[in-house]
Every structure is written in C-alpha cells, then in structure tokens.
C-alpha cells in the first residue's frame, strides 16, 4: 500500500497542495468546538453529582476525547489527503458509530450487557451491507446510512416509550440527515458551487455529535458510593 498515495475525493480540491481545500480544512474546528462544549457538560456533571472519591463518568469524558479526535482526524485528511489520512479520518468515526450504539442501547435504552454486545454485532454486520443496499441511491455516503438508521430508531424508541434524552438523540438523526444530504451533493453541486458543500457536512456532523454526547453525559449512570475506611 503507498501511505502517500494521493486522494481527490472532493469538489474543493483540485491540486495536491497542502492548503487545496481550506474551508473542508478549517471547518473541522465545528468538531473542537463540540467537544470544548462536551467537555464543559462533562465537568458540570462530574462535579455536581459525584464526590473527589466518587466513580465518574470516564466513558462519556473518552466521548469528549474522541470527537475532537474526529475534528483531527479529517483535518488531516483534507490537508494531506492522502491513504494514511484517510485512515486518521474514518477510523475514529467508525469507533465512534459502533461505541456510540452500543452507549445508547445500553445506557440510554437500557438493554442487558449480552444483550447490547449482541446487537452491536448485528449493526457492525449489517455496515457491511451498505455498499450493496445503499450505494445505487447515495454513491460513496452508503457507510453511513446504517448510522442513521440507527440513530433515528433508537431516538423514536426513546421518545415513543417516555426514556429520557429521546428527543435529543432523535434531533440528532435529523440534523445527521440533512448532513448527509449535503455530502450527497457536494460533487453533483460542484459545477454551480466551486467550494462544494462537504465543508457543511463537517459542521451539521458536529452539531449531531455535540446532541449525542449531551444525551451521555446527562444520563450517565449513577455514581456508585465511596468506600468506607476505618
């Protein structure tokens, strides 16, 4: 494999300088931002439901941490746009997809550990499918339809059975359905629009991650009670 190997996957891009696609570049800041704001929630939390000896909530701060990973990770990818950035791009938001299902099956639906390992199986299974199902009506997007899916099932469950933060993760899915429309139209635009529209992609994926970590980290479990000493 050449880690170098040039990638020209977007309307902004038409050299491979450093600098070809600034807006997609800098709109990443959406992602630090979201994650500045996570981290804020987090320790507003931490501090008024959890004492210094208490249990916090390491899985929803390791939320925070990977969002702006996220933000880095394409960053890079529309700087050097090359395969190794590429991997620095998608690689923390499939990690984010399957953790966040399994986070919102377990914590927010509330199913069984087994039961919530289990059905994260079944979604990383059926991602596979999605190039075939999916490719014919959105091209190089059919990865992230299952994402979507899933979010908008699991936020209409939430709400329609009266469970906390439903409404929060359903807005998400609708905000990460106009995202990925507009990354949809992004080449067949690019004649009318030069600069595309993936840099508002990035900016409505941040939006959409900054309602998923408010519906973590408000309902985290919890705090288990501290020990005891003589």
Known sequence: ?????PIDGYCERL????????????SNLAFLVAAGLGLALWRRHDRRD????QGR???????VVLVATIGLGSFLFHTFANV??????V?????????YFALALRRLVGLSFWLTALSTLGFFGFSFLADPLF???????????PALLALVAIGAFLLGTGKPEGGTVLSAGLVFT???????ADEPLCADWPHGTHFLWHGLNAVTLGLLLVAAIRHAPPPRPGRITA
């Open 1 to 5: 494999m050449q880690w170098t190997a």
């Open 15 to 26: 050299t491979e300088a450093f600098w070809a696609e600034p807006i997609n570049a800098l």
């Open 50 to 53: 959890r004492g210094p000896r």
């Open 57 to 63: 909530d390491w899985v929803g701060l390791a939320f």
């Open 84 to 89: 190794w950035s590429s991997l620095a791009d």
């Open 91 to 99: 690689v923390p938001i499939a990690v984010f997809i399957y953790a």
């Open 135 to 145: 490719g014919p009506l959105v091209g190089g997007s059919a990865a992230y339809v």
């Open 178 to 184: 106009a995202s990925l429309a507009l990354r949809i």
